[in-house]
């Protein structure tokens, strides 16, 4: 098959890149396993992206690999990785019920510990308000002798021990406060509480640990970018440059002119978007914004008002609505910075986008925004850029 292969003229579709890229073959494959862009590649990305990385020939690869694919596709039956990847399953979800069993057994010591430690407080309550009432009749037994009963006046005379406080030295005083013993318990119970919220934490914290070895088994098969999303090179204000489509940074600062970059192909139907925040100055948003309302105004961002054409969060932690004054520059976002991923998810179905920190997971709160059909208009993914320097990339892959 090998041989077949080395001899047959392959039929190599074009890179989609555009540019450079334009009419040039995608016949070179790029096997490094730390780049983000392996697979199938042209002449042109190779020389761009891939000068250091493990390239080969695209025939050469499929007749190396032809070579053992037929004596390994039997060797593991898949109904046997199947049975395997069940009993994987099984394990986990057993180990986890065990450990819910075990914490259950542990929360039920706690609880009876609260219960007990409610009852004993509320028996030395009762017990203090009694002794309150009873007190210049035990005081007068004692002072007469009317005790017969050694064990019951020494227990008369430690309740009374219990209410006493020496407030200056030499000089005892009768002290009933039952509000004491109250506040006391009080502030005890604040402090358990106060753990249990940090218990909380840490419990989140370590089930994120938990999980986070097979998060990236929980996405769908294609976690990546199904479309080749790139900076587009007409639909941005003068300042903003662009490198290898997949970068853009602010060479000037900015008031609320030439802010916007919008991102190629619109939008057609529901999908996200990964965006690394390069560097950052001052303000950079991110969001989707409507081609025809942003070239209306020259790319100027009015965010003061109404009808400005996007739906974004920024780095300030504040979110900006085109429709919902509501929603429009007001401070319900999370902040983000230099180094931090930001997805962007626009379900078309609902008119919803959602916004998260793809590195800060336990730090952010995820962000949804509601937006309107735009009235003959295309929607686009769009960043706004304030200040020089500021510089985003759009990541490939989403994990």
């Known amino acids: 098959m090998s041989e077949d292969i080395k001899t047959r003229a392959l039929n190599y579709l074009n890179c989609p890149l555009g540019d450079m890229h334009e009419g040039e ?16 590649i042209c002449p042109v990305c190779r020389s761009q992206k891939h000068a250091k990385h493990k390239v080969i020939p695209l025939k050469i690869f499929l007749a190396d690999i032809s070579v053992n694919v037929n004596g390994k596709q039997n060797q ?5 990785l199947l049975t395997q990847l069940d009993q994987t399953r099984a394990r986990l979800l057993s180990t986890l019920k065990e450990t819910v069993q075990k914490m259950v057994l542990q929360i039920k010591i706690l609880e009876d510990q609260i219960n007990l430690s ?32 050694v064990d019951q006046l020494k227990q008369d005379v430690r ?10 030295a030499g000089k005892i005083e009768i002290d009933f406060k039952p509000q004491k013993l109250y506040d006391q318990y009080q502030k005890a119970s604040q402090e358990s509480i106060s753990q249990f919220n940090q218990l909380l934490t840490q419990f989140k914290q370590s089930l994120y640990k938990i999980f986070k070895p097979i998060e990236k088994y929980t996405v769908p098969l294609q976690a990546s970018n199904s479309t080749n999303f790139t900076f587009s090179t007409v639909l941005k204000s003068p300042t903003i440059n662009i490198t290898e489509q997949k970068i853009a940074h602010q060479t000037a600062n900015q ?6 970059i919008l991102i190629e ?10 965006i690394k ?30 009808g400005h054409g996007s739906y974004m969060i920024s780095s300030n932690a504040h979110t900006w609505s085109h429709s919902k004054k509501e929603e429009n520059m007001v401070q319900k976002a999370f902040n983000f910075t ?42 686009h993914f769009c960043v706004n850029m304030c200040y020089s320097g500021e510089k985003v990339e759009i990541l490939d892959d989403l994990e």
């Open 118 to 149: 409610h009852k004993n407080t509320r028996q030395r309550l009762l017990e203090q308000n009694q002794t309150q009432m009873n007190f210049p009749q035990i005081f007068q037994q004692i002072l007469n002798s009317q005790y017969k009963n």
């Open 255 to 260: 008031n609320s002119e030439n802010r916007f």
């Open 265 to 274: 192909p619109q939008i057609v139907e529901s999908c996200k978007i990964a």
């Open 76 to 80: 593991n039956s898949i109904d046997s």
């Open 159 to 168: 309740k009374i021990i219990d209410n006493v406080s020496q407030l200056q």
């Open 25 to 40: 073959q995608l016949n070179f494959v790029c096997i490094d396993s730390t780049c983000k862009e392996m697979g199938l």
């Open 277 to 306: 925040i390069s560097n950052l100055s001052n303000f950079i948003g991110i969001g989707i914004a409507y081609k025809n309302v942003l070239l209306g105004k020259n790319m100027k961002f009015d965010h003061q008002n109404l």
């Open 338 to 379: 230099t180094g931090d991923i930001i997805i962007v998810e626009i379900m078309l179905e609902n008119k919803t986008l959602k916004f998260t920190c793809k590195n800060k997971p336990n730090e952010t709160q995820a962000i949804n925004l509601t937006f309107d059909n735009p009235d003959n208009d295309d929607i």
